[in-house]
């Protein structure tokens, strides 16, 4: 009896964990029991490339050879492909092609969640019991999320409207009332103003968190589909979220054409 | 719904946004000052002493969402040289005068005034009324204090400027001068959306929208100003300042606490921001919880190139219901495009008169 438990408990750990099943670890507690989520982070994927993955290929600035070109990445979409409508998946490819142009990445406009999570810059995680506040650097897009009865947003916005709620070592956040003018990536993928977006922030290991987001959006999807990666603590002594005011670095693209010609 | 892209300017989808706080008060209605009429001290008057509300690790609780909106000026009016306090009787004259020009606003919309960010450049006639938006200074809740300036002191103004830093910029707005418009760098920094004086440090008033949220996490205290979606990570767990070579339009802020005060140290400025041509800014600001709804926000600026001596400035911050609301300034910025395409029509038809 005694050798048959012993037996079962090393078969248990053995085993690897499936994907449904709640992770073991527990991450330390903030003073009134919550896990601990505060820290910098990052993701270390090429989602902010193509949610689906991709193959290497050339950049679209051929001076900027190898420097910017697109790197090769697995996707973090379960199951591989997005389920656009069938209309909405020619838009994507519309937007696809003009990325250049079209993308709100480059313009440097407010990201939208969840695309600010895997932008490949940090975010700082500020928690506190009632309101948690989460800051990008890139942009310095910022959040608020509310941890308290939730409420409802008064107007749509680039940042959209956060409700958080804790199931046992989850962060969980409903987000509404963003605009349509975000995109998930620089493929082109893109959602209407009925978006809806639930996050879940899973502590793993001390320095590692695992990041979902499901994603609904019945104008532009034929059902919700979920994205998965893990976030990794940014451990460098002194680290530090920096400023990255990208508006400057958009101003000739936005404003060189209305710039006054040179007389000489 | 409202989409922020389709209004026409940024200021107006940052209206729009406004109009939904519900905590603006009823139009005319100012609140009164007598709650708040005593320039704020740490510890109340009448010798009662008082523990500041803590968070779960022990630090005073600075949480909330708060406005540093004020009528008091950053420099003393000259008419005023001197006095330093409001008397109370004084305080409540101001106060019934503010209402009074709320009123006049409200009934007649405000006076054309220069929006262009030029100094000099002659005031508009476009229509454009804070007070319809419930923008207006006067229509949200007031940090009144007795005090005649932020700045402190007899003099209550920012001290002369050394010679060298006079020269300096002198040199800079002789070669700014009928530039203006040339391209979006010669711009204001607001008008660009890049940042704004009020984020500092220090946190000074805004025309409208003079809201901050403050959250304490582990090791950091963040400040987040709603004009225009700034945020100061500020660690207070003894990491020092970003190495020296890094310079950012809002300096490096690093915390500690002293007692029931925060203190903000904040260095690496550009040479841009919040006080231009300062090019070794200094900041040290305080924060202490003065009650509830109060925190006395003290600061020290100092730049030994800059001016000839430091100087000092406070101000009372009180709390406000509701929340920070997005304030997506670059995602809209028609003026700076409108401003300069108006720059080149008007050299074009410059040029086609001359060529008559």
Same mark, same amino acid.
């Given at each position: 009896?005694i050798?048959g438990?012993?037996?079962?408990?090393?078969l248990?750990?053995?085993a690897?964990?499936?994907?449904?099943?709640?992770?073991a670890?527990?991450a330390?507690?903030?003073?009134?029991?919550?896990?601990?989520?505060s820290?910098?982070?990052?993701a270390?994927n090429t989602?902010?490339?193509?949610?689906?993955?991709?193959?290497?290929?050339a950049g679209?600035?051929?001076?900027?050879g190898?420097?910017?070109?697109?790197p090769?990445g697995?996707?973090?979409?379960?199951? =591989?492909?997005i389920?656009y409508?069938?209309?909405?998946a020619?838009?994507?490819?519309?937007?696809?092609?003009?990325?250049?142009? &079209?993308?709100?990445e480059v313009?440097?406009y407010l990201?939208g969640?969840?695309?600010?999570t895997? &932008?490949p810059?940090?975010?700082?995680?500020?928690?506190?019991?009632?309101?948690?506040?989460i800051s990008?650097?890139y942009? =310095?897009?910022?959040?608020i999320?509310?941890m308290g009865?939730?409420?409802?947003?008064?107007?749509?916005?680039?940042? =959209?409207?956060s409700?958080?709620?804790?199931?046992?070592?989850?962060?969980?956040v409903?987000?509404t009332?963003?605009?349509?003018?975000?995109w998930?990536?620089r493929?082109g993928n893109?959602?209407?103003?009925?978006?809806h977006?639930?996050?879940?922030?899973?502590?793993?290991?001390?320095?590692?968190l695992n990041y979902?987001a499901?994603?609904?959006?019945?104008?532009i999807?034929?059902?919700?589909?979920?994205?998965?990666?893990? &976030?990794?603590r940014?451990v460098?002594?002194?680290v530090?979220?920096l400023?990255?005011?990208?508006?400057e670095?958009?101003?000739? &693209?936005?404003? =060189?054409?209305?710039?006054?010609?040179?007389?000489? | 719904?409202?989409r922020?892209?389709?209004?026409?300017?940024?200021t107006?989808a940052?209206?729009?946004?406004?109009?939904?706080?519900?905590?603006?008060?009823a139009?005319?209605?100012?609140?009164?000052p007598a709650?708040?009429?005593?320039?704020?001290?740490?510890?109340?008057?009448?010798?009662?002493?008082?523990?500041?509300?803590?968070?779960p690790?022990?630090k005073?609780?600075?949480?909330?969402?708060?406005?540093?909106?004020?009528?008091?000026?950053?420099e003393?009016?000259?008419?005023?040289?001197?006095k330093?306090?409001?008397?109370e009787?004084?305080?409540?004259?101001?106060?019934k005068? %503010?209402r009074?020009?709320?009123?006049?606003?409200e009934?007649?919309?405000?006076?054309?005034a220069?929006?262009?960010?030029?100094?000099?450049?002659?005031?508009?006639?476009?229509?454009?009324?804070?007070?319809?938006?419930?923008?207006d200074?006067?229509?949200?809740k007031?940090?009144?204090?007795?005090?005649?300036?932020?700045i402190?002191g007899?003099?209550g103004?920012?001290p002369?400027?050394?010679? $060298?830093?006079r020269?300096?910029?002198?040199?800079i707005?002789?070669?700014?001068?009928g530039?203006?418009?040339?391209?979006p760098e010669?711009?204001?920094?607001?008008?660009r959306?890049?940042?704004?004086?009020n984020v500092?440090?220090?946190?000074?008033p805004?025309?409208y929208?003079s809201?901050?949220q403050?959250?304490?996490?582990?090791?950091?205290?963040?400040?987040?100003?709603?004009?225009i979606?700034d945020?100061r990570?500020?660690?207070?767990?003894?990491?020092?300042?970003?190495? %020296?070579?890094?310079?950012?339009?809002y300096?490096?802020?690093?915390?500690?606490?002293?007692d029931?005060?925060?203190v903000?140290?904040?260095?690496?400025?550009?040479?841009l921001?919040?006080?231009?041509?300062?090019?070794?800014?200094?900041?040290?600001?305080?924060l202490?919880?003065?009650?509830?709804?109060?925190?006395l926000y003290?600061?020290?600026?100092? $730049?030994?190139?800059?001016?000839?001596?430091?100087?000092?400035?406070?101000?009372?911050?009180?709390?406000?219901?509701?929340?920070?609301?997005?304030?997506?300034?670059?995602e809209?910025?028609?003026?700076?495009?409108?401003?300069?395409r108006?720059a080149r029509?008007a %050299? %074009?038809?410059?040029?086609?008169?001359s060529?008559?």
């Open positions: 009896m050798a438990v012993a037996v079962l408990c090393v248990s750990l053995a690897p964990p499936s994907a449904a099943q709640a992770p670890y527990r330390p507690r903030t003073a009134n029991g919550k896990p601990e989520l820290g910098i982070w990052q270390l989602a902010d490339w193509d949610l689906e993955g991709q193959a290497a290929a679209p600035v051929p001076s900027l190898a420097v910017f070109a697109k090769p697995l996707g973090v979409v379960e199951g =591989g492909e389920p409508l069938p209309a909405m020619a838009k994507k490819k519309e937007n696809q092609a003009n990325w250049v142009k &079209l993308d709100p313009k440097c990201p969640v969840p695309r600010a895997y &932008l810059y940090p975010f700082q995680i500020v928690q506190s019991q009632n309101t948690i506040l990008y650097e942009a =310095g897009a910022v959040r999320i509310n009865a939730p409420t409802k947003a008064p107007a749509d916005s680039w940042m =959209g409207w409700n958080g709620h804790w199931e046992g070592e989850t962060l969980v409903d987000v009332s963003q605009n349509e003018d975000t998930f990536d493929s893109f959602h209407s103003d009925a978006l977006v639930v996050e879940r922030y899973t502590p793993r290991s001390a320095d590692t979902e499901t994603i609904e959006d019945p104008k999807f034929s059902r919700p589909w979920k994205i998965s990666m893990p &976030l990794y940014r460098e002594k002194n530090r979220l400023e990255y005011k990208c508006p670095f958009a101003e000739e &693209l936005l404003y =060189g054409p209305l710039r006054k010609k040179s007389s000489n | 719904m409202i922020r892209s389709l209004v026409s300017t940024t107006l940052a209206m729009i946004a406004v109009l939904l706080i519900a905590q603006a008060p139009a005319g209605q100012v609140q009164s709650t708040k009429a005593a320039p704020v001290k740490p510890t109340p008057a009448g010798g009662k002493s008082w523990t500041p509300p803590r968070t690790d022990g005073p609780d600075l949480q909330g969402v708060w406005t540093n909106n004020t009528v008091t000026p950053l003393r009016p000259k008419e005023l040289a001197g330093e306090f409001y008397t009787a004084e305080l409540r004259a101001l106060a005068q %503010e009074e020009r709320l009123a006049q606003v009934d007649e919309g405000q006076p054309p220069n929006h262009s960010g030029v100094e000099g450049a002659p005031a508009d006639d476009v229509h454009y009324d804070f007070s319809q938006f419930g923008l200074r006067g229509q949200a007031l940090a009144w204090n007795r005090r005649t300036s932020i402190v007899p003099q103004t920012v002369p400027l050394t010679p $060298d830093a020269k300096r910029l002198a040199e707005r002789a070669k700014a001068k530039h203006e418009f040339d391209g010669n711009l204001p920094l607001g008008a959306c890049l940042a704004r004086p500092g440090p220090p946190l000074l805004s025309a929208n809201n901050l403050i959250v304490q996490g582990a090791g950091y205290v963040a400040i987040e100003t709603e004009m979606h945020v990570t500020i660690p207070t767990d003894g990491r020092p300042h970003i190495p %020296e070579s890094i310079h950012q339009w300096g490096d802020s690093v915390g500690h606490w002293e029931n005060t925060l903000i140290d904040t260095t690496n400025f550009t040479e921001t919040p006080f231009k041509g300062a090019q070794n800014l200094h900041v040290i600001e305080r202490t919880l003065a009650d509830e709804d109060t925190i003290q600061f020290t600026v100092e $730049d030994p190139g800059m001016w000839t001596k430091p100087w000092s400035g406070e101000l009372p911050i009180t709390k406000i219901d509701g929340q920070l609301y997005e304030y997506a300034c670059h809209a910025n028609s003026p700076l495009a409108n401003t300069l108006g029509v %050299e %074009e038809r410059a040029a086609n008169k060529a008559k």
